[in-house]
Structure formats: structure tokens, C-alpha cells
């Protein structure tokens, strides 16, 4: 099978200080419903700063990440790169946090599987008489 090549984004495509589009605002707003479940002492972990450029909003969302995966929080003010621990471009592989790591928000980690039906299955052929 032939490869299908896909062109880099052009160097203008990145603009950290480019207003935040509809869809990282949801995504900013979703963060933001979760943000306020947390203790205030979780809270204090989170930047605390408007967003609205595409760097604040990767900011914070790289910080709130970090907090949910049980990882440590860079905190670092719009203007500066985040701090180490946090990487926001590139791939990189993380070990996954152990169940207890993080904080639970909607699922459980525990599924509990009913127990397997037998189902008998009709025999599709016809029965041969003698």
C-alpha cells in the first residue's frame, strides 16, 4: 500500500497570541465545569488566568491534564513556557497512572461483567431419516 503523505502545517499556522477559536473555548469551558467540582487546596494547583489566546488555553489546559492523569502541575504565568514536566508538542510516551493516581470523575475503574449466557444454537441443517 502506497504511503499518503501529509505536508507540515506552514510556520504561520502556529500563533500562540491568535484569539481562541469556538472549539478550544468548549474544550476551556469543560475544564473550567471540572475546575470548580475540585477542593479549593486542588484548585490552588491550576492557573488561575484569563484565557484568550491559543497559548493561555494551552496553558491551562496542559495544567488541568496533568492534574487529572495524577501528574505534577507546571504552574507558570500566560507569558512564560510552561515549566518542566509538561510538554505540549511532540510525542511522548507516559506510563499510564495506576487507578488510585488522579482523581475519579464519571467512571469507575472497576466493571463488573454479568455472567455468560449459554445459548443454544439450532442446527441449521435438517436431520437425515432413515
Not at 491550576?46 to 492534574?67: K, R
Not at 492523569?69 to 507558570?76: C, D, H, I, L
Not at 500566560?78 to 515549566?83: A, D, E, L, T, Y
Amino acid at each position: 500500500m502506497e504511503p499518503i503523505r501529509v505536508p507540515h502545517p506552514p510556520p504561520e499556522a502556529f500563533n500562540k497570541n491568535r484569539r481562541v477559536s469556538d472549539l478550544i473555548r468548549a474544550q476551556v469551558n469543560h475544564f473550567k465545569h471540572v475546575e470548580q467540582k475540585l477542593s479549593a487546596g486542588q484548585r490552588q494547583a491550576i492557573p488561575q488566568h484569563e484565557i484568550g489566546t491559543e497559548g493561555e488555553a494551552a496553558l491551562y489546559i496542559a495544567a488541568m491534564t496533568a492534574f487529572l492523569r495524577g501528574q505534577p502541575v507546571a504552574t507558570s504565568s500566560p507569558g512564560q513556557q510552561p515549566v518542566a514536566g509538561i510538554r505540549l508538542v511532540g510525542p511522548q510516551r507516559v506510563a499510564r497512572p495506576k487507578p488510585a493516581d488522579g482523581i475519579a470523575i464519571a467512571a469507575s475503574a472497576e466493571t463488573k461483567s454479568a455472567p455468560a449466557q449459554t445459548v443454544k444454537k439450532k442446527n441449521s441443517a435438517p436431520k437425515e431419516t432413515k
